[in-house]
């Protein structure tokens, strides 16, 4: 039987497939082959949307909260819901018996496949083959097409392709499904319909146009009123294509949306399918040609990495700030469509070393909402700006007040109340994107005013002990959510010391650089001199635990909790809590959440030696419970760096497959974004040894034993460096049309100058 979309696909080392139905596996194969262009997120759900299939539709930073405790990400109308009855039986999954079936999610060219072999209660069969997208050419077009070919008997068909407006969001915990908009506007169009909704609490548009073409042998028709009749001779096969725009009034002035959205149809509809395919393949080329990583020796993981990085380049979007990245990217409503520190420590530097635009617009994202943040500092007696744990439109604390435990139990949530890193999180994530890219502009127009409004933050939020003469920052969670309520968390106090350290530095460089910008910006945030030295005089006195023995301290007092070490990690590197321990006396015993302190070596590597980094790892690693999807790829990358490659590679395989494997049980809320980025990190960060050191980009790989190669690009400076590393050497090359342009780099320790147009090779052996 012909292939109709063959010429579309890519080969198969780029795809991820599903070969039979299951009807329990729905949900999570819905995150999994999600498409998306950063704007808008569409689940991948089948066409005929089954019984108790989770249809999501969401844009970026779009929140309500109508019904719910606090803003949650909105599910809007389904737009893939196209219903085919066939001599009155309906084909579906679950209507009709699937003789074959299959599902193909192309990630080169983010493209979705499926193919079923449909038998009716007569034993007659139908070939069903379905391609949809969500453009990355233009990011208001949802495209899809369908070929039905009655394979035994001539057929009537019925096709039905409306909006589904039924739609709700999932309810947590005593809430309920809610509804979050309300019908405005059902117009016919010429060759379409307009659809427009409103959300409930801030009244904002959301405006859909729909065309649906049939299309047999050379006839051509556009679909009017709710059925379509269309009759079928024996292996004749029948066209849908289904042409969908959604636009907001965020995007466009809400009094012409829907003329825009008549003529938005018109245009794709004179396009023709195929060429709208044919763009959006090259702007999915433009992407993998940015951020791919080829892997020589393990074509599995190859598949599997590019996996991951297609659920990153799904969610990233370029703008002024208007969204960042939810937890669960745009892939699912777990946590609600909240922004944590996530987006910051774990998927900004993808961008920022990728596609510099996107990290930008999370950043502005922060800076937009840096008011809220002041008024939070202010509410809790604090200086400065103080961001949310949790964030969604307005960047005010959003945070529930319950969540469910382990156990199924109900628990208070006191994140927000005491998790501050995040503030320095942020902070951290400017000073990156500042290093990487060396955005002036940006540093002067919003990066400059986060360092040092996050600075002033951390200086209002010490203590000073006078008898000890230090300061220390008391009441805090750390990364490590099961010790709540402790004082000097190692990660907590590290990153405001860093925080204070750059914001000395940079307000020193602003003053000598750009005096005009220096004073502009002195007088806007009313910062003075006394403030600076205050910085100067309290970072080096921050409470820093570090024992004779080169163990860090996670927090004052844990080496005196219950000691518990978990064994047989080789066999099992994620291991279940221990049955001695009840869940609720977790935080009595030694025992951790996640990466903490191995945290804390992995982004502030070059503060510490390897042999601090080693005696930490290997203790906290007894401790480590990984009950949070961040803490293998932080593991893996870690363990790279102290070249410990067999635990690296375990861990990283964890992370790796941590949604493909349903490693957590709770991929259909969508995909694990942490990890996404965290194993971006292992391997550019851990396996390929890519590091920032004093502002000085190293590389000193050490690759898996299997990897014969890997080769990738990194954005450097404003430059598209190349980069291609083996066991024994690394070889580097970048462009510009400046022939004098040059690039300092250490490789393998020693500082290399890299000169435009050239390749340049550096042997492993030559400088050991």
Not at 110 to 117: M, Q, W
Not at 241 to 264: E, L
Not at 316 to 340: N, P, Q, V
Request: charged share 25%; proline share 2%.
């Amino acid at each position: 039987m012909k292939d109709f979309f063959a010429k579309y696909k890519s080969d198969e080392s780029w795809w991820i497939r599903e070969k039979k139905w299951d009807k329990s596996m729905q949900s999570s194969r819905e995150s999994q082959f999600s498409l998306g262009n950063g704007y808008i997120g569409s689940r991948g759900i089948l066409e005929e949307v089954p019984y108790d299939a989770r249809a999501g539709t969401y844009i970026a930073g779009l929140y309500d909260k109508t019904g719910a405790q606090i803003p949650e990400l909105v599910n809007l109308p389904n737009p893939i819901n196209l219903k085919i009855i066939a001599n009155g039986e309906r084909l579906g999954a679950g209507t009709m018996d699937m003789l074959q079936y299959e599902r193909m999610l192309d990630l080169r060219h983010g493209l979705l496949f499926r193919r079923t072999i449909y038998q009716n209660s007569h034993k007659k069969r139908f070939d069903y083959q379905s391609l949809r997208f969500v453009s990355m050419r233009d990011k208001h077009l949802i495209a899809m097409q369908v070929y039905i070919t009655a394979l035994d008997e001539g057929v009537t068909l019925t096709v039905e392709s409306l909006l589904d407006l039924s739609v709700t969001n999932i309810g947590f915990l005593t809430e309920g499904n809610k509804k979050h908009f309300r019908i405005e506007d059902v117009t016919q169009l010429d060759k379409g319909e307009y659809v427009g909704v409103r959300t409930l609490e801030k009244d904002i548009l959301i405006a859909y146009g729909k065309s649906l073409i049939i299309e047999k042998n050379s006839s051509r028709r556009f679909a009017e009123g709710v059925a379509t009749y269309v009759k079928l001779k024996k292996n004749q096969a029948i066209c849908i294509t289904n042409i969908f725009s959604v636009f907001s009034s965020k995007d466009k002035n809400s009094s012409k949306t829907k003329a825009m959205i008549k003529g938005f149809l018109k245009k794709h509809i004179r396009l023709g399918f195929d060429r709208m395919v044919k763009e959006h393949i090259a702007s999915w080329g433009k992407l993998w040609g940015l951020s791919d990583i080829k892997i020589k020796g393990e074509p599995d993981v190859q598949k599997k990495l590019r996996f991951n990085i297609y659920h990153l380049l799904i969610c990233g979007k370029e703008g002024d700030g208007e969204s960042s990245i939810g937890a669960k990217t745009l892939t699912g409503e777990g946590y609600r469509g909240h922004i944590f520190w996530d987006a910051d420590i774990f998927i900004l530097p993808f961008f920022i070393y990728n596609i510099p635009k996107v990290a930008k617009n999370m950043l502005l994202y922060r800076y937009n909402r840096l008011d809220n943040a002041r008024k939070i500092a202010e509410s809790r007696g604090y200086n400065g700006a103080m961001f949310p744990w949790e964030s969604a439109d307005t960047g005010e604390e959003v945070t529930p007040a319950w969540a469910k435990n382990y156990d199924g139990t109900l628990i208070q949530i006191r994140t927000h109340e005491m998790e501050h890193h995040i503030t320095a999180d942020i902070a951290y994530g400017v000073y990156q994107y500042y290093v990487a890219t060396q955005d002036e502009r940006f540093m002067l127009s919003h990066g400059f005013e986060m360092i040092f409004e996050t600075a002033r933050f951390w200086a209002s939020r010490v203590e000073y002990n006078k008898l000890l003469d230090r300061y220390e920052i008391k009441h805090v969670i750390g990364p490590d959510e099961f010790h709540e309520d402790v004082d000097n968390n190692a990660y907590t106090n590290c990153m405001a010391r860093f925080n204070l350290l750059i914001g000395y530095g940079m307000y020193q460089k602003l003053k000598r650089l750009y005096p005009k910008e220096f004073t502009r910006l002195s007088k806007k945030i009313n910062l003075k001199p006394r403030e600076i030295k205050e910085w100067k005089n309290i970072f080096p006195k921050i409470v820093f635990n570090i024992k004779d023995n080169g163990l860090i301290e996670q927090f004052d007092g844990f080496f005196k909790r219950k000691k518990i070490e978990l064994r047989n990690l080789k066999k099992q590197p994620i291991p279940g809590i221990p049955k001695k321990v009840k869940l609720q006396d977790i935080g009595k015993t030694q025992l951790v959440k996640q990466a903490d302190v191995v945290m804390l070596l992995h982004i502030l590597s070059d503060n510490f030696d390897v042999k601090i980094k080693r005696k930490n790892f290997y203790y906290y690693l007894k401790r480590t419970l990984h009950k949070s999807s961040l803490s293998a790829a932080t593991h893996a990358a870690l363990a790279a760096d102290i070249n410990d490659l067999d635990t690296a590679y375990r861990y990283f395989s964890i992370a790796l497959n941590m949604d493909l494997n349903l490693l957590y049980g709770n991929t259909n809320d969508g995909m694990h974004a942490a990890s996404l980025g965290g194993v971006w990190q292992a391997v550019i960060s851990g396996f390929a040894g890519v590091k920032v050191l004093k502002g000085t980009l190293s590389i000193h790989p050490r690759l898996p034993e299997v990897w014969q190669e890997m080769s990738f690009c990194m954005k450097w400076g404003g430059y598209n460096l190349k980069v291609m590393v083996t066991g024994h050497s690394v070889s580097l090359s970048f462009s510009s049309k400046r022939k004098k342009d040059r690039l300092r780099i250490k490789v393998y320790g020693l500082l290399r100058r890299i000169e435009t147009n050239r390749l340049y090779t550096f042997s492993r052996r030559a400088t050991l």
